[in-house]
Nanobody
Framework: QLQLVESGGGLVPPGGSLRLSCTVS????????IGWFRQAPGKGREGVSC????????YYADSVKGRFTASKDNAKNTVYLQMNSLKPEDTAVYYC??????????????????WGQGTQVTVSS
């Protein structure tokens, strides 16, 4: 059974850092692109980042570019999202999602078939 589980969320002050993990099971991570999305209260789901199946290509939304970094360890079946210089507007539930794709990655939620349950990130003093 294909499964994605996010972890690493929490409460941090502005300017702080967190590293989210997305651990997958039931499929080979090197066959799938992984996207990171977030949803703040009262807002729609926003594409934050994605990383290709090989890890060689990444995409970042303008709102997080230069602050967030996506990486993957196919041997550990885990994808990471390092988040630095966090801002209150980064507060949201963060989700990872999988898209079977040989090359590249997409930042639209409609392109992803499998989703994790989400992890809460709160940036507040």
């Amino acid at each position: 059974q294909l499964q994605l589980v996010e972890s690493g969320g929490g409460l941090v002050p502005p300017g702080g850092s967190l590293r989210l993990s997305c651990t997958v099971s039931g499929f080979r991570l090197d066959y799938y692109a992984i996207g990171w999305f977030r949803q703040a209260p009262g807002k729609g789901r926003e594409g934050v980042s994605c990383i290709s199946s090989s890890g060689g290509m990444t995409y970042y939304a303008d709102s997080v570019k230069g602050r967030f970094t996506a990486s993957k360890d196919n041997a550990k079946n885990t994808v990471y999202l390092q988040m630095n210089s966090l801002k209150p507007e980064d507060t949201a539930v963060y989700y990872c999602a999988a898209d079977r794709r040989i090359a590249g990655c997409m930042y639209r939620s409609a392109d992803y078939d499998f989703w994790g349950q989400g992890t809460q990130v709160t940036v507040s003093s």
